[in-house]
T-cell receptor, first 111, second 116 residues
Framework: SQKIEQNSEALNIQEGKTATLTCNYTNYSPAYLQWYRQDPGRGPVFLLLIRENEKEKRKERLKVTFDTTLKQSLFHITASQPADSATYLCALGGNFNKFYFGSGTKLNVKP | GAVVSQHPSWVICKSGTSVKIECRSLDFQATTMFWYRQFPKKSLMLMATSNEGSKATYEQGVEKDKFLINHASLTLSTLTVTSAHPEDSSFYIC????????????FGAGTRLSVL
């Protein structure tokens, strides 16, 4: 079965720096990959989607890369702000609209 | 747009009772709704996929008779946890796809279930 790995340790960075989160996967070839943000006690919120034939996607301060050879996606937040502090989940998409989520990485942006 | 409402947000019940959780798409029609379960600091575990007017498709290991799903309309799906036990205590989250945007899921705020 598919396995999705995100760094379980929290990522602590200083405000203004770039945060980089990693998502690695095995035993799967997703048609696309997504990143979601989840705040404590809340449901995830969709951020970005990148397809298997795309290398990079940007949205405002967010950038996602997708390397299907390495089976890895990187999620970057530039000029990070304390309001960016949350848990970020990657999700693999494929057949039948099913999504498989990683366990998420908690980001702490310190002022 | 694309708001998904989940109710209740928090419920406490006695062991042996049943609990119903509602998931509504408020401003769009949802062709498919999904039900997830999430343990603390763990990933979302897909429980079942629900299509309007048809039986839900359950993931392996999820008990159909334990977690009853009804998708009565294009805007409403319900999850009923029957004969709840303390081990059913968890955070349950629903999500929905918009027609024509199957690659994006819109999530409800989740329901915290505590079974005493």
């Amino acid at each position: 079965s598919q396995k999705i790995e995100q760094n379980s340790e929290a990522l602590n960075i200083q405000e203004g720096k770039t945060a980089t989160l990693t998502c690695n996967y095995t035993n799967y070839s997703p048609a696309y990959l997504q990143w979601y943000r989840q705040d404590p006690g809340r449901g995830p919120v969709f951020l970005l989607l990148i397809r298997e034939n795309e290398k990079e996607k940007r949205k405002e301060r967010l950038k996602v890369t997708f390397d299907t050879t390495l089976k890895q996606s990187l999620f970057h937040i530039t000029a990070s702000q304390p309001a960016d502090s949350a848990t970020y989940l990657c999700a693999l998409g494929g057949n039948f609209n099913k999504f498989y989520f990683g366990s998420g990485t908690k980001l702490n942006v310190k002022p | 747009g694309a708001v998904v409402s989940q109710h209740p947000s928090w419920v406490i019940c006695k062991s042996g009772t049943s609990v119903k959780i509602e998931c509504r798409s408020l401003d769009f029609q949802a062709t498919t709704m999904f039900w997830y379960r999430q343990f603390p600091k763990k990933s979302l575990m897909l429980m079942a996929t629900s299509n309007e007017g048809s039986k839900a498709t359950y993931e392996q290991g999820v008990e159909k008779d334990k977690f009853l799903i009804n998708h009565a309309s294009l805007t409403l799906s319900t999850l009923t946890v029957t004969s709840a036990h303390p081990e059913d205590s968890s955070f349950y989250i629903c999500s929905a796809n918009r027609q024509g945007l199957k690659n994006i899921q819109y999530f409800g705020a989740g329901t915290r279930l505590s079974v005493l």
